[in-house]
């Protein structure tokens, strides 16, 4: 089972970039599935978060700029990320709450995905 993250990279303030995340393997269901950050000497935060049925959730310092979206056919989440501040500088890092089946074996835990670099300059 993999979730792996694209589309960060080097963007000036106000501007915008588009983070996918894809869940690949022996995937029963998926849950929650959601972004998280981590700046330099701080703590990961959650950015945001969508849970199966499509409600949502933000953080207060993204909302209104930040969209989640998910595409259950694919496996997938994104993060539109508009007017962008110097402050969204981070690694972001997705997350999917899952149900897989390996080996015969069932299990639910939360699987991250390798994170990937999000820096505004201005």
């Known amino acids: 089972v993999q979730v792996q993250a694209f589309g960060g990279g080097l963007v000036q303030a106000g501007g915008s970039l588009r983070l996918s995340c894809a869940a690949s393997?022996?995937?029963?269901?998926?849950?929650?599935m959601g972004w998280y950050r981590q700046a330099p000497g701080k703590e990961r935060e959650l950015v945001a978060v969508?849970?199966?049925?499509?409600?949502?959730n933000y953080a207060d310092s993204v909302k209104g700029r930040f969209t989640i979206s998910r595409d259950n056919a694919r496996n997938t989440v994104y993060l539109q990320m508009n007017s962008l501040k110097l402050e969204d500088t981070a690694v972001y890092y997705c997350?999917?709450?899952?149900?897989?089946?390996?080996?015969?074996?069932?299990?639910?835990?939360?699987?991250w995905g390798q994170g990937t670099q999000v820096t505004v300059s201005s």
């Open positions: 997350n999917a709450d899952m149900s897989t089946t390996i080996w015969g074996n069932t299990s639910h835990r939360h699987y």
């Open positions: 969508i849970r199966s049925s499509g409600s949502t």
């Open positions: 393997g022996s995937i029963n269901s998926i849950g929650d």
